[in-house]
């Protein structure tokens, strides 16, 4: 019974590691920018959540759209201040994002101090299913994640505004001439990404001592996984996070942690090796 305990603990860590890694699959694997800073974008989403529910002492489904909309504006501050003249230029995005990141650390510090914050758990009963105990709030992740999972498949397949940001992706210049206002659409993308980061880290105040450096420990792991799933595949972010969130929780019942995700990494490089495109491939014209 201990791996399915495992296994169904394992899920809420999937369900996190695909909130955040949509919004990577938005920045990074659809309009090419390699977004350091999103790890401090789940950082704000949690310090949010700690203002809302501790100070401000409000429900925590406002800490939920305070998150978003919060991570959303610093990241439309972001693509308008910083990222909007880099366009087509990955590695310099990469180098302005990192700077971004270390002065929004500070910026936390500055404010909350560097010691960590904590957020109560907004739902502390439990479901027990045979010896398999499984908290309400996991649940609620679980649940949650799916349905922005759904949410954002629809709008990027199902809607005028998708259709224009996959033709952006496709051909900038073609979509250009064509009449679409690339700009509007960029700003408005990268801070839908953003405002989903802020959501991850919304659930994770309640789980995690909230710090300035929070957001770091998941970056690598979301970035393995868009890698892993294929770059700006939507499914395949879906099953990476699968992969890598189960494979960290299962291979620490035989090891420590920091091994287990030594043991992922290595995987995620064999699998790349044989896959260079990852698990899925995205097709598109030449």
């Known amino acids: 019974m201990g791996i399915i305990q495992s296994l169904v603990d394992g899920l809420s860590l999937t369900s996190i590691l695909m909130m955040i890694s949509i919004g990577l699959v938005i920045t990074f694997g659809v309009m090419k920018v390699i977004n350091v800073a999103h790890g401090e974008l789940i950082m704000i989403g949690a310090y949010t959540t700690y203002v809302v529910t501790t100070i401000l002492q409000l ?13 959303a504006i610093v990241g439309l501050i972001m693509e308008v201040t910083i990222i909007k003249r880099l366009y087509g230029r990955p590695l310099e995005t990469l180098l302005a994002t990192f700077g971004a990141s270390i002065a929004l650390q500070q910026i936390s510090k500055i404010i909350f101090g560097p010691g960590g914050k904590s957020v109560s758990n907004p739902m502390s009963e439990v479901l027990i299913v045979g010896d398999v105990v499984i908290p309400y709030f996991r649940l609620f992740i679980i649940i949650f994640s799916i349905t922005i999972f ?34 509007k659409i960029d700003s408005l993308t990268f801070a839908i990404g953003s405002g989903l980061a802020g959501l991850a880290g919304s659930v994770l105040a309640p789980l995690k001592s909230i710090s300035p450096t929070m957001g770091g420990e998941f970056l690598v792991d979301s970035f393995m996984v868009v890698v892993l799933g294929g770059v700006g595949s939507l499914s395949g972010t879906a099953l990476g996070s699968f992969i890598i969130g189960e494979g960290n929780v299962l291979m620490t019942i035989v090891t420590t942690e920091i091994l287990a995700k030594v043991l992922i990494f290595v995987l995620v490089i064999i699998i790349i090796r044989f896959k260079p495109e990852g698990l899925f491939k995205i097709e598109g014209r030449r």
């Not at 429900?59 to 991570?71: C, T, W």
């Open 59 to 71: 429900p925590f489904i406002i800490a939920l759209v305070a998150s978003f909309i919060v991570s």
């Open 150 to 183: 759904l949410i954002t498949v629809f709008i990027m397949f199902k809607t005028k505004f998708g259709m224009q940001l996959r033709s952006i992706s496709e051909n900038r210049n073609m979509s250009e001439c064509l009449g679409l206002n690339t700009v």
